[in-house]
């Protein structure tokens, strides 16, 4: 097979031209091979920083390159943020301040519910994550403590249902050990840990 290019002419044998074709294919292939890998790692990474967030994430979304966006995006902005530590008299007053909650769950247990609801919203600005609804928040808090996540949910939707639907004292026990344990985590004293997604 003869071809001219910029006026030479090149002559390919059937060999050559099978030999060149096995390249490129095999080129194809490998750069193939690398995207899907790319892709599986980051999807592995995804995973393993958001835990069950990332499921619903998916689930939310409806699609798993949806979710990896979105849950990329929310690391991007979590990750402007200035995020701190609390100082100790901050810890300090946040701690006699839920102690206060505690002690009120005998008597008031809704009410304390609804102050402990609160009480997380409020440690989360002290830290530094801006004032949002409760969705954006849970967002936020998902890129550095996607272990709560699930607890938080489950108790701020029986503190926000407190007011319109009896909830049972079980279920408002349950709560407040979720949030003590969330309260628990916020506090703790250091920076969380620095994660960087596959790009």
Do not use: C
Not at 6 to 29: C, D, K, S, W
Not at 143 to 149: A, I, K, L, N
């Amino acid at each position: 097979m003869q071809f001219q290019f910029n006026g030479v002419f090149y002559q390919f044998t059937n060999t050559q031209l099978t030999i060149a074709a096995v390249i490129f294919v095999v080129l194809i292939l490998v750069v193939v091979g690398a995207i899907l890998e790319r892709r599986k790692v980051k999807t592995l990474a995804l995973r393993n920083r958001f835990g069950a967030e990332y499921d619903l994430a998916v689930v939310t979304q409806g699609s798993v390159h949806k979710a990896e966006s979105k849950l990329a995006d929310r690391a991007t902005r979590v990750e402007a943020m200035k995020i701190r530590d609390l100082g100790a008299p901050e810890r300090d007053r946040f701690i006699v301040e839920w102690h206060n909650i505690q002690s009120r769950f005998v008597d008031q247990p809704m009410a304390a519910v609804t102050e402990a609801d609160n009480q997380i919203a409020a440690l989360l600005v002290a830290r530094g994550y801006p004032v949002a609804d409760f969705e954006q928040r849970a967002a936020d808090l998902s890129v550095t403590y996607p272990s709560v996540m699930e607890n938080y949910r489950l108790a701020h939707g029986v503190a926000i249902r407190t007011g319109q639907v009896e909830a049972t004292t079980e279920e408002l026990r349950t709560v407040m050990i979720q949030y003590h344990a969330i309260f628990d985590e916020l506090l703790l004293d250091h920076k969380p840990i620095e994660h960087k997604l596959a790009a």
